[in-house]
């Protein structure tokens, strides 16, 4: 029985922790970027309230949390009823609408307007947006209804053809027309620059910036949240073992030392939940999968006490998961032959410095090394060389210096290694039997 | 084994098909399962699975998607010639035909997350939904936003759907320029000596021992496990040569327990079969009917690149020989060859700085027509006056692809070519002209 109750909470705990981290979901206040949240809603809520119209782009890099505070500032002025009533929203993504008659389509869509638009022909953009906006004057107030405006991926908008719908848009809200709110989403900081001169000149310049830039205490605090369960769970008692445990959890050394080398490569948070979901450091605890894991033994022998579920192994285990090199891993799988060819193109890069190779000069180097040994176990011939060759070239670890060389012969075809000398090393020395003459062939100085 | 895969969310015996069908790959389909969660949770928006040819990755996939019964779709890159391909397929195996239907003629991205977020409505997710691309390295040549937005797809149709990406590629090359949202990057190892041994003994034959099959095996990749690892390779060949394997056996020559008779019997075949049949020269029906008449026709047993004898004109082969002088020489060098009274010339006061390598490493170098004209003169023994019929035979070398023209096709006046043939093939020209051009070549001075 004990043992069903354990299963039902593990599941509430799954639940809620891959609410949090798979789905992104909102929380209930932000921290940190308290001001431009408070921008963003003033601004917004100009439009909403009061139909003035504005633009704004919100800048800052992946992960940075950009698309949360806009959701949390629409959440938070939606709740205002004038706000509800009122205003209307399309958003677009510069990866769906990848040109700006889909764009134009999907506004109309958005906008509930296709039956007005019906069959109309339409001489122009700016003809057929005036007429979606003029539409929307006609609603049940005198005055036109407040449209949001929200273009996430903003600068894959700019490579549209003449920047028409960031032209029109961004003109409208500059003339006293219809009331509308334009907000770009984008992680490009040079953004402006791509605008051509009449869009840029009737964009307001008001550019929200969320380089936000945790220290170290503040990214420790972060996972904690993140990972701790919240006080309205049902089970209080289990609830506060495993805050406790969490709390011990990020006190660990080792832990904090795996986190601060996650901190220094990046400050992404998607990318530290990813980690932390990564499936070898949350879940086995969770999910007694994997039996080395002790804290599910001890669970199991004695059922009265709630287990410890994070342990700091599980996270370093994560880590050294999440930081191996994958061009590593690849060569791992290399048969011996393609490992040999490997090591003759490093010496080869060697010696003439980085200058690209061909197959033969490869093959001719690998046979100095077959000559060199008295017994040539390897002795293979060119045409299964050059089916190892192509197989390097298809894991793309070499690639062709210029793809226009059909009409070279493929045994001359110059080609480039994409792996640098201390991954061929380290690959080296986990590959599993390698032959001892083979490892002293890569370490020498000269093939 | 089979204890690996615990799972609360799924039956136990489900769980144990699961495992007996995916022998090696336990720790793997744990992990999957662990990330995937129980059907009714939601998931992390994409995964990247990547691991060479043959790991198990589109295997593992589809045994747990199938075996689970999770709602999911396969599709694969390389069937998709379009992208309407693939739209069609993903809303044809979540929504039925009634979805698949209302794509327009080429639809947009935005169709398509516009029809999946319509029905996704009128029939929302209870389990979590996949999508399995296999091969996804092709994705990176179609419409460049077409990863970044299946990447988060997620997010875009408002839909508990996550992506599984299958690639023998790193991620590191399909990152696109302004970054994207990053998957989960999982590795699938390959399988080890023993796992390969454990796996292909698995399919023996009815009428022999096990460890009839299992010995077998083990010759079998000794002479193949240096240069090949992939799995559906091995399989394919092992299957390709058991029957000589068995002939001694069936004649009552040497009993089953007697390995090394047996191994001193296919090794050599087997060595055969990776110069031809394995680099894909012969085909494998092909190779299977030598097999049976072999003993008639040992020599006949040659690949494609053993082939070194094209019948040509008597001049034709002059040409050639004279464009392989023409490539693979430099031309300050033509005076020592082919002039009478040249001198003593060493080879060492030709030798430039630059010029240690030799050049059968670096390839043909392209010459003009008249220089090829010029020594062709010279190697043919005869006069012969440069008629049209001279002239036609060097396009049709250009045409056999023996030849190939540099220079671009409208420079009629200075054309210039390259010869494409190799050092074997051009030694055996030679030697029906008795001519030998070792001597001739700078190389081999």
């Known amino acids: ?447 | 084994m089979t204890k690996m895969l615990q799972h609360s969310g799924y039956e136990e015996e489900r769980l144990q098909r699961v495992a007996e069908l995916l022998p090696c790959r336990e720790v793997q389909a744990g992990m999957l399962l662990s990330l995937m969660g129980q059907p009714q949770q939601c998931s992390y928006p994409s995964i990247f699975i990547y691991g060479h040819r043959a790991s198990g990755k589109s295997h593992v996939m589809q045994v747990l998607l199938k075996e689970l019964e999770l709602p999911h779709a396969t599709v694969s890159c390389v069937e998709c010639v379009s992208v309407a391909l693939l739209f069609e397929q993903v809303l044809l195996s979540f929504f039925g035909c009634d979805a698949a239907s209302l794509l327009p003629r080429s639809p947009s991205l935005s169709d398509f997350v516009r029809i999946y977020r319509q029905h996704c409505s009128q029939t929302p997710a209870k389990q979590t939904r996949y999508i399995v691309m296999e091969k996804a390295e092709l994705l990176r040549d179609t419409d460049a936003n077409l990863l970044p937005a299946l990447l988060r797809l997620q997010e875009l149709v408002d839909d508990n759907v996550t992506i599984i990406l299958l690639s023998e590629i790193v991620w590191d090359k399909f990152r696109p320029n302004t970054g994207c949202f990053e998957p989960l990057l999982l590795h699938f190892p390959d399988y080890s000596k023993g796992e390969l041994q454990q796996i292909l003994s698995q399919d023996k034959h009815p009428s022999y021992s096990a460890e009839f099959y299992s010995s077998y095996i083990n010759i079998l990749l000794g002479v193949f496990y240096s240069v090949c690892r992939d799995l559906r390779e091995l399989r394919h060949l092992a299957a390709l040569n058991f029957s000589k394997f068995c002939e001694p056996l069936a004649e009552g020559k040497v009993k089953e327990t007697d390995t090394h008779k047996l191994w001193r019997n296919i090794e050599p075949h087997l060595k055969k079969a990776m110069q031809t049949v394995y680099l894909r020269e012969v085909s494998s029906l092909q190779w299977e009917q030598l097999q049976q008449m072999e003993e008639r026709e040992c020599g006949a047993l040659r690949g494609l690149s053993a082939h070194t004898h094209v019948e040509l004109p008597y001049y034709s082969k002059f040409l050639l020989i004279a464009a392989y002088l023409a490539s693979y020489n430099p031309a300050r060098t033509d005076k020592r060859f082919f002039l009478k009274h040249h001198g003593k010339i060493r080879k060492t006061n030709f030798l430039k700085k630059n010029e240690k390598t030799s050049n059968h490493l670096l390839g043909p170098k392209p010459f003009p027509l008249d220089r090829l004209l010029a020594i062709f003169y010279s190697v043919v023994d005869s006069r012969v006056a440069p008629t049209a019929s001279i002239f036609s035979q060097i396009s049709s070398l250009v045409t056999l692809q023996l030849l190939t023209k540099v220079s671009h096709d409208d420079q009629l006046d200075a054309p210039k070519y390259k010869c494409a043939v190799s050092m074997d093939f051009i030694c055996a020209i030679s030697r029906t002209v008795n001519f030998e051009i070792i001597k001739y070549l700078y190389d081999f001075l």
């Open chain 1, 1 to 447: 029985m004990i043992i069903c109750i354990i299963g039902f909470i593990d599941v509430q705990v799954q639940d809620i922790l891959r609410e949090r981290f798979c789905r992104q979901q909102l929380p209930d206040r932000l921290e940190g970027v308290e001001a431009q949240h408070k921008h963003l809603l003033e601004l917004l809520k100009r439009t909403a309230v009061h139909g003035e119209s504005n633009s704004v782009l919100i800048v800052g890099p992946r992960g940075a949390g950009k698309t949360m505070l806009l959701k949390c500032v629409l959440r938070d002025l939606l709740e205002e009823k004038e706000a509800q009533k009122n205003l209307l929203q399309v958003h677009l993504n510069g990866l769906l609408q990848t040109d700006d008659r889909i764009a134009l389509k999907e506004i109309t869509r958005q906008l509930h307007l296709e039956n007005v638009v019906g069959d109309k022909v339409f001489g122009s953009f700016a003809e057929n947006l005036a007429f979606l906006l003029e539409a929307l004057k006609k609603g049940d107030r005198s005055s036109s209804r407040p449209v949001l405006f929200v273009l996430d991926e903003f600068d894959l908008f700019a490579h549209h053809k003449n920047q028409t719908l960031l032209y029109n848009l961004f003109d409208v809200s500059q003339s006293a027309q219809a009331p509308v709110a334009v907000v770009g989403i984008t992680c490009r900081l040079d953004v402006l620059e791509l605008l051509e001169k009449r869009v840029k000149s009737r964009f307001s310049h008001r550019q929200i910036h969320l380089l936000s830039n945790p220290t170290f205490p503040q990214y420790l605090e972060r996972v904690r949240t993140q990972l701790s369960l919240p006080d309205r769970f049902p089970d209080q008692e289990f609830c506060q073992d495993w805050n406790d445990g969490v709390e011990t959890l990020c006190e660990d050394k080792s832990v904090q030392d795996v986190l601060q080398k996650h901190f220094n490569s990046s400050k992404d948070f998607h990318l530290l939940s990813s980690f932390i979901l990564s499936p070898a450091s949350l879940f086995p605890l969770i999910y007694p999968f994997f039996s080395t894991s002790s804290s599910i033994s001890s669970s199991s022998s004695s059922p009265g006490v709630t287990p410890l579920l994070l342990l700091p192994a599980d996270l370093l285990e994560a880590s050294r998961l999440c930081f191996t090199d994958s061009k590593a891993n690849m060569l791992h799988g290399l048969s011996i032959l393609e490992l040999c060819l490997i090591i003759a193109m490093k010496h080869l890069n060697d010696v003439y410095e980085g200058e690209p190779f061909n197959l033969q000069m490869v093959h001719n180097e690998f046979k100095k090394f077959l000559q060199r040994k008295s017994n040539s176990m390897y002795n293979f011939e060119q045409p299964v060389i050059m089916k190892a060759f192509e197989h390097l070239q298809q894991l793309e670890l070499i690639r062709p210096v210029d793809s226009t060389a059909a009409k070279t012969q493929r045994e001359y075809q110059l080609m480039r290694l994409m792996l640098d000398h201390s991954q061929i090393m380290e690959a080296l020395q986990k590959y599993p039997q390698c032959p001892t003459d083979v490892k002293q062939w890569a370490m020498s100085a000269f093939g």
